[in-house]
């Protein structure tokens, strides 16, 4: 019996993987520097096999007759690409992990004109000097924010007081862009607050997935937390009490992803408004998602919308850009123009400003909004799909399965469930849907939902109760056919 030094030298050298027949031709193709790399990595596999105890002489033998196919597959998986589509079939129209936001078909064409070539991001083309590359979407936010149909805080519509002071109007409103939300709040405290205290409710120190907490945040920005009321109920005194010479500014925060209830108070914003306008201080409302159009049409009611929150008084609202805007990943500032043209004197926004194709993505999917075509973007369009649809959807892939062969080993079910706003919107911020249920004998829910996240592309399932789940309201109806087929080849053996 071969003993393993033995095995290691039935190993080839690189330099003799690389000039085999079966490789050379790769290397001519993708390069000798990648095919010896593979080379590299095939043969280091095969040692630690090896040292292992994993190969014995007949499997060795079995793995060096087709070294030239471990090569070429080594080869592809190291060129392909990392970052690739997949379908979201969870539900969870704003998911984080999955790149939240997908972009209008428009917001890519403009990505696509935009990006190759030169543009006029900081020229103006009339003077023919140098510009700033904000004029590109302030001058939509303006519009927008004026228009006074879109996301209005539904109890102010109903007929609550509305304060108008100080921004009546959409004109008086200046909107900075960069990074992320994160960015904003950092860029907005330490413009605002820096050196001075900030007043926080003890309800609102949140934290939002991937350790963004507004505490560590604050610290970040150089201005100091000022904590009042407790967990669940805090009243506008509270604030009034903290209020001192070193106060700089009031800062309300949306519980994005929780929900406090039972014993709860908060002030509502016209008291926190008139607060701030007796100490001449400014107020400030990290809005997080910050929809841009009433999103009580799809039933949601209690989301605050950006226009809502100035509306009522906000000085300065900060919201993402790839939340409920179906935009894309960038932070949004849009206040009274002092403030913000402060903000854009910070050293910081250099730092934290975004590049052309997020302009370019940003400015056309304002330009839907502006010609009040929410269908042209996606996130919006799956919000108002009607849970008919989905089941009409969900029907025909129920039974293009159970025709096909191997279908009685699966069970195809149409069930009533939720979909999911995500991204930091109420957790109750929920619509009606109909899910697709599958259930195989020969596989657990956790390995077909294994084998479908393995397929190309990658089909992304919820698993619940033993079972698979799957929500068509974020997958397109053009991918309808291509997961069906995933279905087919993964749940039917
Ligand atoms: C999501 C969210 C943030 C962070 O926004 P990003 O764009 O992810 O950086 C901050 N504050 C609130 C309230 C949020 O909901």
Do not use: W
Request: a negative charge.
């Amino acid at each position: 019996m071969k003993t393993q030094a033995d095995l290691y030298r039935e190993l080839p050298s690189v330099d003799e993987l690389v000039r085999d027949p079966g490789v050379s031709d790769l290397a001519d193709r993708e390069g000798q520097s990648a095919t010896a790399d593979a080379c590299r990595t095939v043969l280091a596999k095969l040692r630690s096999e090896i040292a292992a105890g994993h190969l014995d002489e007949a499997k060795l033998s079995l793995a060096l007759s087709d070294l030239s196919s471990a090569v070429h597959a080594e080869v592809n998986h190291a060129l392909s690409y990392s970052l690739r589509p997949v379908i979201n079939a969870t539900g969870v129209i704003l998911h984080t992990n999955l790149a939240r936001a997908p972009l209008a078909q428009d917001a890519i064409e403009h990505i696509c004109d935009t990006a190759g070539e030169y543009s006029n991001l900081e020229f103006d083309l009339e003077s023919g000097e140098r510009g700033k590359r904000d004029v590109h979407v302030d001058r939509l936010f303006r519009k927008l924010l004026a228009e006074d149909n879109v996301g209005l805080r539904p109890t102010e519509r109903a007929g609550a007081a509305v304060p108008t002071q100080p921004v009546k109007t959409g004109a008086e409103i200046s909107t900075i862009v960069v990074n992320n939300n994160a960015a904003a709040v950092l860029l907005a405290l330490n413009t605002l607050a820096e050196g001075g205290e900030a007043i926080v409710s003890r309800g609102e120190l949140v934290e939002i997935g991937g350790s963004f907490r507004i505490p560590d945040v604050m610290a970040k920005s150089g201005a100091t937390l000022r904590e009042v009321g407790t967990t669940n109920r805090t009243r506008i005194g509270d604030y009034e009490r903290a209020i001192n010479e070193h106060t700089k500014l009031l800062l309300r925060v949306h519980r994005s992803n929780f929900e406090i209830s039972g014993f709860t108070e908060q002030p509502s914003i016209t008291e926190l408004v008139a607060l701030a306008h007796k100490h001449k201080l400014p107020l400030m409302e990290d809005l997080g998602s910050g929809a841009l159009f009433d999103l009580r049409t799809v039933g949601i009611n209690d989301e605050p919308g950006v226009l809502g929150s100035l509306r009522s008084g906000v000085h300065v609202v900060s919201y993402s850009g790839d939340k409920l805007l179906g935009g894309p990943q960038a932070g949004l500032i849009s206040g009274r123009e002092d403030l913000v043209k402060k903000m854009r004197s910070n050293s910081l926004f250099r730092a934290l400003r975004v590049d052309k194709l997020t302009y370019a993505a940003l400015e056309a999917t304002l330009l839907a909004y502006v010609k009040r075509d929410y269908n042209a973007i996606p996130a919006l369009r799956m919000m108002q799909m009607s849970k008919e649809e989905i089941a009409r959807r969900a029907a025909t892939v129920q039974q293009k399965i159970q025709s096909g062969e191997g279908a009685p080993s699966t069970r195809v079910e149409l069930i009533d469930g939720e979909s999911l706003i995500g991204g930091g919107s109420a957790p109750s911020a929920v619509l009606p849907t109909t899910l697709l249920s599958i259930s195989c004998e020969q596989l657990s829910a956790n390995e077909l939902a294994t084998r479908l996240r393995s397929s190309d592309p990658p089909l992304i399932a919820r698993v619940e109760e033993g079972r698979v789940l799957l929500d068509l309201r974020t997958v397109f109806p053009a991918q309808d056919e291509v997961l069906t087929q995933i279905l087919v080849r993964n749940a039917t053996v």
